[in-house]
C-alpha cells in the first residue's frame, strides 16, 4: 500500500480539506513535553509525545497490520513515524519557543518512533535545536496548531510538561499556564467565528490561540 506523503495530508484526507473544515479541530491530541537540557546545562530542544484520538488512530495505521493480527506492523509503524516527523517542518513541527526572548529554530527531529496501544497512536520525537543556547535564562514555549485543526490538549498532571533530571540548571522554575478551557469546549465558539474569518474580518491562523497552553521555565 502506498503511505500517504505527510503528516497533514492524512489528516486532510481523513475529514475532507476545506475552508471551513480548518476553523474547528477534527484531530485531538493530548500532549506530554520534555524541556531537554545536555550535562553542560545548554538548553537543546524539547521531547515530544503525541497521543492521537481513536478515530484518526484507526485511519491512519489501516492497512500497516499484514500479519493480520490486529495490531500495525512495527516496521511499517517506524515507516510511518519517519514520514511524519519529516513532513512535520512544513508546520513548524507546531511547535513555537523563544529562548531569551529570540525566536528558536529547530533542526530535524530525532529519536522519533510511533506506538499502537489501545486503540490509540502515539508519536514520540526529539525536536532539537539548531543552535543550544548556554545557561538559558527565560524559555516559553507552546504547542500548537493556530489554525485549529488539529486540536492539542495538554495531558492531566503535574508531569505532563517537564525539565530533564541531569543537566538542568539548578533553580530552575516550571510554570504551565493551561487554558481556562481545553480545546474541546472551544469547538462552538470557534465554529461561530467561521463566518468572520472567511469574510476576512479574522484571521484562521489565530482562531486557536485562546485553547494553547502556555510554558515558562525560567532559571537564574
Known sequence: MLRLSGFLVVL???VGWGVPAAAHPHVWVVARSEVVFDPEGKLIGF???????????AFAVAGLDAHGDGKPDPDKLAELAKTNVASLEE?????AAKVNGTQAEFAAPTDYGQTYDQGQLTLRFFLPLKTP????????????DPSFFVAFNLAEGADAVTLTLTGAPKGCALNVKRPAKPAQEGVQIL????ANALSGKLDPATLGGDYTTHTLVACP
Open 133 to 144: 543556547v548556554k545557561a538559558p535564562k527565560i524559555i516559553g514555549f507552546e504547542v500548537d
Open 91 to 95: 508546520w513548524g513541527y507546531f511547535t
Open 47 to 57: 521531547r515530544h509525545t503525541w497521543t492521537f484520538d481513536p478515530a484518526y488512530s
Open 12 to 14: 486532510c484526507l481523513f
Open 191 to 194: 465554529a461561530d467565528a467561521v
